[in-house]
C-alpha cells in the first residue's frame, strides 16, 4: 500500500521562528519519487522539491531545507526565519507508478506577524 | 516557463447549466491533468491525457467530460452537476515524452477554477 502522512494538520508560529514540517511515507517499491507542493491562499500548487529514492541527501535552498531519512521513510521540511508570505497549506507526496501522485493529507502553516 | 494557465478563476453555475473549464500549457508536455480539490483535503485525481489520449479516468461521473483537443488544451466539459461538485479544479501537466518512462516526472499545476454549483 501507498501512504503519505503529515501528522501535523496545523501549524502556527510567530514570524522569524524556524518550523519544520514532517512527512512519512509508506511503499514497498524501491523507486519512488518524493514531492512537496505549497498551496498559497491563491489556489495554485507550487513545486518546492523531487527526492528520487536512492538520493539521501539533504537539500538547502534559501531558508527551505529538506531531510530525507531511508530509515525512518520520512522527507521533513524545515523552513528557517519564517516569513508570513510562508502562509500556506504545505503538501508532501509519493510518486510510484508514471502517473499517479499520492499526496498526504496537508500541513497548514500559518505565521503570525 | 513552468505556467499553466487555467479559465475562469470562478465559475457559479446552476444545476442544469452546461459550462466548460479550460486550461493551457506551452511547456511542450505531453501529459495533462485534471484534479478535484474540496476544502481542507489534498487534490483527487479525475482524468489523465497522455499525447491527447485519455488514459486514466479515476471513475468520475459522467457528468463530467474531459476533451483534450491538443497538446496544449486541455477542457473540462460541466453538465448538470450537483452541488457537492463544489470545489477547486485544478489542472496540471507534466513532461512525459512518448517512449521514455520516467516515474519521476514533476507535474506543475495551474492556479485553479473555483466551482460553485447552485
Known amino acids: 500500500a501507498q501512504k503519505v502522512t503529515q501528522a501535523q494538520t496545523e501549524i502556527s508560529v510567530v514570524e522569524k521562528e524556524d518550523v519544520t514540517l514532517d512527512c512519512v511515507y509508506e511503499?514497498?517499491?524501491?523507486?519512488?519519487?518524493l514531492f512537496w507542493y505549497k498551496q498559497p491562499p491563491s489556489g495554485e500548487l507550487v513545486f518546492l522539491i523531487r527526492?528520487?529514492?536512492?538520493?539521501?541527501q539533504n537539500e538547502i535552498s534559501g531558508r527551505y531545507s529538506w531531510n530525507f531519512q531511508k530509515s525512518t521513510s520520512s522527507f521533513n521540511f524545515t523552513i528557517t526565519a519564517s516569513q508570513v508570505v510562508d502562509s500556506a497549506v504545505y503538501f508532501c507526496?509519493?510518486?510510484?507508478?508514471?502517473?499517479?501522485?499520492?499526496f498526504g493529507p496537508g500541513t497548514s502553516l500559518s505565521v503570525i506577524p | 516557463d513552468t505556467e499553466v494557465t487555467q479559465t475562469p478563476k470562478h465559475l457559479v453555475m446552476g444545476m442544469t447549466n452546461k459550462k466548460s473549464l479550460k486550461c493551457e500549457q506551452h511547456?511542450?508536455?505531453?501529459?495533462m491533468y485534471w484534479y478535484k480539490q474540496k476544502a481542507k483535503k489534498p487534490p483527487e485525481l479525475m482524468f489523465v491525457?497522455?499525447?491527447?489520449?485519455?488514459?486514466i479516468n479515476e471513475s468520475v461521473p459522467s457528468r463530467f467530460s474531459p476533451e483534450c483537443p491538443n497538446s496544449s488544451l486541455l477542457n473540462l466539459h460541466l453538465h448538470a452537476l450537483q452541488p457537492e461538485d463544489s470545489a477547486l479544479y485544478l489542472c496540471?501537466?507534466?513532461?512525459?515524452?512518448?517512449?521514455?518512462?520516467?516515474?519521476?516526472?514533476?507535474?506543475?499545476f495551474g492556479p485553479g477554477t473555483r466551482l460553485l454549483v447552485l
Open positions: 511547456m511542450g508536455h505531453r501529459a
Open positions: 511503499t514497498r517499491d524501491t523507486t519512488y519519487y
Open positions: 507526496a509519493l510518486k510510484t507508478s508514471y502517473d499517479k501522485v499520492i
Open positions: 496540471a501537466s507534466s513532461r512525459s515524452p512518448k517512449g521514455y518512462h520516467f516515474k519521476g516526472e514533476t507535474q506543475y
Open positions: 527526492r528520487n529514492s536512492f538520493d539521501e
Open positions: 491525457y497522455s499525447y491527447e489520449k485519455l488514459s
